[in-house]
């Protein structure tokens, strides 16, 4: 396999590309509660444990 080389122009445009967009993702969800599984099923459905298998 042959890997085509990427002009250094391209490079630092993908490099800021990636960059500001990791960026973006943090800062979205920066200051969010992490939701434990368990957790996450009770704000999703509430009354889960009124639910009959």
């Avoid at 250094?8 to 200051?31: A, H, M, P, V």
Wanted: aromatic share 12%.
């Amino acid at each position: 396999m042959r890997l085509t080389a990427i002009n250094s122009n391209t490079r630092i445009k993908i490099k800021g590309y990636l960059e500001g967009f990791i960026q973006g993702i943090i800062d979205e969800y920066k200051g969010r509660e992490i939701l434990k599984p368990d957790n996450a099923v009770y704000n999703i459905y509430p009354d889960f444990h009124l639910i009959e298998n």
